[in-house]
């Protein structure tokens, strides 16, 4: 899954890209992978033996300003979310900086509306629900309301969805701050809200800094500074959180995995994840909930207990499931 981070020139937007890189020299032209960070992992790792251990991951993309250039095109057409940075540690206009951003996917959208009804009406469709779906969806988006929160209705979300609309799309708001913000950011706050965004405080130079240090003495230096956890590790989760996932993990003598999936997904779609073969010949899914194995990791007492259980095409699976797909094909 793909996040493409927008923002004004000075927002630090490059610089929190290169902090989750770790590398300051890090080029921002091209697309980041980072690990979603996931102790659950690292313990099924630990009672396994597992020689590997493979983290779920999202991608995220540096888009320039301004963010539907041609050149950015594709890199925000591909994104599933975005992430709005705004400069909170400098000048301190972070609730315009997010309205110059929100206003960007606003036009792009509008526009792309409008390009889609005047070919409809060329084509005498004028009278189709696309049409109908269409203009409610310009109505919103001139009133200024993103359709991420607007009143559609879901048969216009579902027709509206083939055109990838950007406002559609989740929104989370990076707050680039220091450990006092240089503006109040009362209204920063009631605009996400608002908006249906997601916010994050985050100092992006201190999480650079950070990465310069070994890995194993950042927890010990995050205490000493107060903070429970880094920045970037609550950026990465609540990205993952943004776009609506879940984490199912499959484990073995070889190693041990962490899947992301669309909240939703039945079991035939997780084992399709893993590999297309095994959805297409999806017999039954083995399933022991994480919390149930961390308790008693002896998957022998388990079953003796009744505590592991077969499902079929129609469960759906849920954070923390671990899988065993039985499959034929």
């Known amino acids: 899954m793909k996040l493409a981070m927008l923002g004004q020139p000075g927002c630090g937007r490059t610089t929190l890209f290169r902090a989750l890189a770790g590398d300051s020299e890090a080029d921002p032209s091209r697309p980041l992978t980072v690990k979603v960070p996931d102790r659950r992992l690292e313990f099924l790792a630990s009672v396994t033996d597992a020689r590997k251990t493979v983290h779920a991951t999202v991608v995220f993309v540096d888009v320039q300003s301004p963010a539907f250039s041609p050149r950015n095109l594709s890199a925000v057409q591909d994104a599933a979310a975005f992430v709005a940075v705004v400069d909170n540690f400098a000048l301190g206009h972070p609730a315009r900086d997010l309205m110059e951003a929100e206003a960007e996917l606003l036009l792009a959208d509008l526009a792309l509306v409008e390009k889609r009804m005047e070919r409809l009406r060329k084509e005498s469709r004028r009278d189709s629900p696309e049409h109908a ?113 879940v984490t199912f993990f499959t484990i073995g003598e070889d190693e041990v995995r962490a899947w992301p999936i669309r909240r939703g997904s039945t079991a035939p779609q997780a084992a399709g994840a893993v590999h297309t073969d095994m959805q297409r010949g999806f017999i039954r899914a083995k399933v022991i909930p994480f919390e149930t194995y961390r308790e008693c990791p002896d998957e022998a007492e388990l079953r003796s207990r009744g505590e592991v259980r077969l499902e079929g095409k129609d469960y759906v699976v849920r954070e923390g499931d671990i899988l065993e797909i039985r499959f034929s094909v």
């Open 133 to 245: 779906a269409l203009e409610r969806a310009r109505a919103a988006l001139e009133d200024d309301r993103p359709l991420r929160t607007a009143e559609v209705p879901e048969s216009d979300r579902r027709l509206l969805c083939a055109y990838s609309l950007h406002t559609l799309r989740p929104l989370m708001v990076v707050s680039n701050r220091g450990d006092e913000p240089v503006a109040d950011e009362t209204e920063l706050r009631e605009m996400c809200a608002d908006r249906g965004a997601a916010l994050l405080p985050i100092d992006a130079a201190f999480e650079l800094e950070l990465s310069y240090l070994p890995e194993e003495e950042h927890g010990d230096f995050l205490e000493s500074m107060g903070y429970r956890a880094s920045g970037l590790d609550r950026l990465i989760s609540a990205a993952y959180g943004t776009l609506d996932l």
